[in-house]
């Protein structure tokens, strides 16, 4: 059995805690610019007062998190609150069911699944709190460890802080760059003048390369040894472009962060351009979707190295479902820059390369709303 027998749970309240919090400075992405982090956290309490606490992707467009903290009120709440699940995954199937004439009618299959996810994580954070269990346990895991590389955001300063990381224990690392190819080439010849060669080092370009042009020059990265490149193409581009760019690259391609539905992961999984998958539980799927899809990813040979960009609730569900996923050779992306939504809840502690749950239940994590406060929004 995929997912873990769980006592029935009824739901009390279901309460979106939307989240702004300001950046130093302006940050210029591929997608728009960034002037403040903001984040979607949910909290699910049932009729004995417990409570467990999701996240919802929401990081685009920078209004994503009152958009979707309005779904997880109106829409998923009413459609939720009052009733009887024999469990989580029964419950992420109700939401899914109950949307998906208005997903439909809307157009707006993300935000939903988004939505949705958070809802998710918060419910099995509240069955393994119950249950007395750390979630990664619940869910069947053997081993608390949970390799983690250094993942640069586009507003970091990327020499000092490849070296902050390499000096706080990561071991394997990922750059982002965007432009021609001799942009990239200086990226990475950087970034592995800082690490060294034996660290595994990684380049991400969110989709920004026009296939031919990729096919033509992606050999001239060759001499970086990069563990994969990451969205090289946009997540539309024809299959046919990301086989004939597969076929050319001297290092696998990784992508799936874009990726929405069950369909569309059967599709990639089918193909064999991606040879690193990298689902976001917080935009589709949450634990009920993400621990089957992870464990099909491993037993279909691909390495699993799922995407966060996150709080603390969605980094802690991303690790305990990796935990929990049998990966091997897996590991998982945690942003070293500056996340208030994170940071203000949960410290960084490495231990060679690797962050380590604990036994406490659920997602381990204490959230201080007092904390939060200062950041939080009305909607």
Not at 232 to 257: H, K, S, T
Not at 339 to 355: C, T, V, Y
Request: net charge negative; proline share 8%.
């Amino acid at each position: 059995m995929t997912l873990p027998a769980v006592a029935p749970l009824r739901l009390a309240s279901l309460e979106p805690v939307a989240l702004e919090m300001p950046l130093d400075r302006a940050v210029v992405t591929p997608f728009a610019t960034v002037r403040n982090v903001v984040a979607l956290f949910v909290r699910a309490r049932d009729e004995d007062g417990a409570e467990g606490w999701g996240e919802a992707w929401c990081n685009f467009p920078r209004f994503g998190h009152r958009h979707r903290a309005r779904i997880v009120a109106e829409v998923l709440a009413p459609a939720l609150v009052g009733r009887a699940f024999d469990s989580p995954a029964d419950a992420w199937l109700r939401a899914d069911e109950a949307t998906r004439a208005l997903r439909l009618q809307s157009g707006e299959p993300g935000p939903f699944a988004a939505a949705i996810a958070g809802v998710d994580i918060a419910l099995w954070d509240l069955a393994a709190r119950n249950a007395g269990l750390p979630l990664w346990r619940m869910l069947g895991g053997k081993d608390p460890r949970v390799p983690v590389y250094a993942s640069l955001a586009r507003a970091d300063d990327p020499r000092p802080t490849l070296e902050r990381a390499l000096a706080e224990g990561f071991r394997a690392f990922k750059v982002r760059s965007t432009g021609a190819i001799g942009d990239h080439l200086a990226a990475v010849r950087m970034a592995r003048a800082v690490v060294g060669e034996e660290p595994e080092l990684a380049l991400d370009v969110n989709g920004t390369w026009e296939p031919e042009a990729a096919i033509a020059t992606i050999d001239e990265l060759a001499p970086a040894r990069l563990a994969w490149v990451e969205e090289p193409l946009a997540v539309d581009a024809p299959d046919a472009a990301w086989r004939r760019l597969a076929q050319a690259a001297p290092m696998p391609l990784a992508g799936g962060e874009n990726l929405i539905g069950a369909d569309a992961f059967d599709a990639a999984l089918a193909s064999p351009a991606l040879r690193v998958l990298q689902p976001d539980l917080t935009k589709w799927g949450g634990i009920s979707g993400g621990l089957p899809l992870a464990r099909r990813i491993v037993a279909s040979g691909r390495r699993l190295a799922p995407h966060v960009f996150a709080g603390a609730p969605g980094l802690l569900a991303a690790a305990h479902l990796f935990a929990a996923g049998g990966s091997s050779d897996g590991i998982l992306e945690y942003g070293v820059g500056r996340h208030p939504a994170r940071d203000a809840l949960l410290a960084r502690e490495l231990r060679d390369g690797a962050i380590v749950l604990g036994e406490a239940p659920g997602l381990g994590l204490p959230v201080d709303t007092d904390a939060l406060a200062p950041y939080r929004v009305a909607l």
